[in-house]
């Protein structure tokens, strides 16, 4: 009895040993070239890191849900004591006391960005699809000028832009803001480089088959760049989104959202809670978009380098 | 005659003809070859238009017209007037509230934009170690400040100038400062706080590229670094991972190059307009004072037009930089 179970557990650790053996990795390490006491060192950097990077957000947000006593309180707290929504509901009762309502910036904003955003993504992608697929005279010259126009869009024009947008009689209209939106050289880029990886087959054998190049465009590439498309319309959101148009509008019914929030903002210290609230209702459109669509964007961005 | 001298020249075989009419003859042949060729993609051209169209009107033809402008005195209710380079002269020599901006904009555009582009790449790196759910979390945590729209302005809470400011308290009470010091408005403090802002918001659109091309490298490279002797993560960082990033990398110094120079909102917001002593005034700031609160449009536009070429030559000196990269 004694001897058959030594026996056994002789057979055991033999067996034992050999699993051992058998799953002992042959690169010791998961990732060659790093030593763990780095990865330690370096995680623990990147955490704190983080933690600053985001305590000015977490700081909004929990101002946003402070009671009017807590705000004041001094020294602050990170976190409310009783957190309260009052400041949102506060937003909404000065939102619709103000002359113009709170659904018509609310309109303003959503078809701004709306029209912005489908004409941008329509426009942009039939001008990337032939620069990436085709190879035509000024083709590549003109993707040239669009790559650095990415670079000085906004500031250096911006005086032009008005005297242009004067002259055309857009002023204080919604065109003045969603035409040039339409042109945005980032969504091009973006697009154009994605839609490069798209094999050149499948656009030929389309075209064997009697497609048109419209048939191409419609059916087969545009199916094909779904996280471009993606990655195009958050940008343009965003960049829509916030944009105050300060210049080109000055009719109060037709101003944006956050323009309109953000006179609320500078009402001075009895509003602070509520200018708070502002806070987080403009950045968390964005910061949301973002979140739902991170990995689709990471895959448009992973093709967004310039090369010679 | 003319016709008689080409039909000649037709018949004189190459190898007779001087090396200009070989240029021309093969400069005609070009032009042939490329007419016929935008012949054969007009529908390329008709897909490009629309795009083509829109861009030109408001990309291309306002740098041009800027440039027209900056030569020229234009108020939008007179028609522009022809001053040669006086604009420009004036702003050089006799603006000195422009030479404060633009020693304002190059100072915070020698720190913050090679700041920011190195911590873009530097955290997207780490960040591209870790496990995927951590990963995609980190992201959005950096990512987060450059999308978070006027977000910003939380710092003058914290940088309030009187005792209840939560740094002056904090460093009140640890006895580094006796007095509460007025971060917004002391000129000597107001850049170094924006500076701050903007390093804080600096990992953006760049940050995400470098994310993405991190992961896109091809890990049988380290491998075979790793048997060629690279001996830890530093190195293979310079090796390796760089030079097969070059593409991200021009890419995300373009847009530093855009963020760098581009500072706006942030002292706008964070330090009034006009600041104390015009100290934090950027060449932005001074298009916009001349541009929208003057209608001074050919001034505004001759500031416009050092701007460009600023971000131009940059582009152009990082361009050959990471040319140099890993070598």
């Known amino acids: 009895m004694s001897k058959n179970t030594t026996k056994e557990k002789k057979a055991k650790k033999i067996q034992e040993e050999a699993v051992q053996v058998y799953h002992k990795p042959l690169i010791k390490r998961r990732k060659p070239n790093r030593s763990v006491s780095g990865d330690i060192a370096l995680g623990i950097f990147l955490a704190l890191v983080a933690v600053i990077m985001v305590f000015p957000i977490v700081y909004a947000v929990s101002s946003a849900l402070k009671p009017l006593d807590e705000l004041f309180m001094f020294p602050p707290r990170i976190f409310p004591r009783r957190p309260t929504i009052n400041n949102f509901s506060d937003l909404f009762v000065t939102m619709g006391k103000s002359w113009v309502t709170f659904s018509r910036y609310l309109f303003n904003t959503v078809f701004i960005t709306a029209v912005g955003t489908a004409g941008h993504l329509f426009i942009a992608s039939m001008g990337a699809f032939v620069l990436a697929k085709y190879q035509f005279p000024g083709g590549q010259a003109f993707f040239k000028l669009v790559t650095v126009a990415m670079m000085f869009t906004g500031m250096v024009t911006q005086i032009p832009n008005y005297i242009i947008i004067n002259k055309l009689g857009w002023i204080d209209t919604y065109w003045a803001i969603i035409i040039p939106a339409f042109a945005s050289p980032m969504g091009l880029f973006l697009m154009k480089q994605f839609m490069e990886s798209l094999p050149t087959a499948l656009i030929e054998a389309a075209k064997i088959d009697g497609a048109s190049e419209w048939t191409v465009f419609t059916k087969i590439v545009m199916p094909n760049v779904k996280p471009a498309w993606m990655t195009l319309i958050i940008f343009s959101v965003q960049g829509l989104w916030n944009n105050r148009a300060s210049t080109y509008i000055y009719s109060e019914e037709k101003k944006t959202l956050v323009f309109a929030l953000q006179q609320i903002q500078a009402g001075g210290i009895a509003r602070t809670g509520q200018a708070a609230a502002v806070l987080v209702v403009v950045m968390i459109v964005p910061i949301l978009i973002f979140v739902f669509s991170e990995s689709q964007i990471l895959e448009t961005m992973a093709s967004s380098g310039i090369k010679d | ?327």
Request: charged residues 15%; neutral net charge.
């Open chain 2, 1 to 327: 005659m003319a016709n008689e001298n080409a039909a000649t020249k037709s018949k004189v075989s190459p190898a007779d003809m001087s090396f200009f009419q070989k240029l021309v003859m093969m400069r005609r042949h070009n032009a042939k070859v490329a007419l016929k060729k935008m012949k054969t993609s007009r529908n390329c051209y008709l897909f490009l238009a629309p795009y083509a169209i829109i861009f030109t009107v408001f990309f291309i033809f306002p740098v041009v017209a800027s440039i027209f402008f900056s030569f020229t005195y234009y108020n939008l209710l007179e028609s522009p007037k022809f001053i040669g380079l006086n604009n420009y002269i004036s702003l050089l020599l006799e603006d000195e509230i422009f030479l404060i901006g633009i020693k304002n904009t190059l100072i915070i555009a020698l720190v913050t934009g090679p700041l920011g582009y190195i911590m873009s790449f530097f955290f997207a790196w780490l960040i591209n170690e870790l496990p995927r759910w951590v990963r995609s979390v980190a992201i959005v945590v950096f990512y987060a400040p450059s999308i978070a729209g006027n977000c910003f302005v939380i710092f003058s809470v914290f940088f309030r100038g009187d005792a209840y400011g939560y740094v002056n308290a904090f460093l009140m009470n640890i006895g580094i400062i006796d007095n509460p010091v007025l971060w917004l408005t002391d000129p000597k403090w107001m850049l170094p706080i924006c500076m701050l802002v903007i390093l804080w918001m600096s990992l953006g659109t760049g940050f995400l590229s470098f994310v993405a091309g991190l992961q896109s490298v091809d890990p049988s490279l380290f491998e075979a670094g790793c048997i060629d002797g690279v001996k830890n993560r530093w190195q293979e960082l310079w090796f390796i991972t760089l030079p097969s990033m070059k593409p991200m990398l021009m890419f995300g110094a373009v847009m530093a190059i855009t963020q760098a120079f581009g500072v706006f909102d942030v002292t706008f917001q964070l330090c009034g307009y006009p600041s104390t002593d015009y100290a934090a005034r950027t060449i932005v700031t001074h298009v916009y004072d001349y541009g929208f609160s003057r209608f001074e449009m050919g001034y505004a536009c001759a500031i416009a037009t050092i701007l460009f070429l600023l971000m131009i030559l940059s582009y152009k000196l990082i361009e050959a930089l990471l040319n140099r990269v890993g070598e």
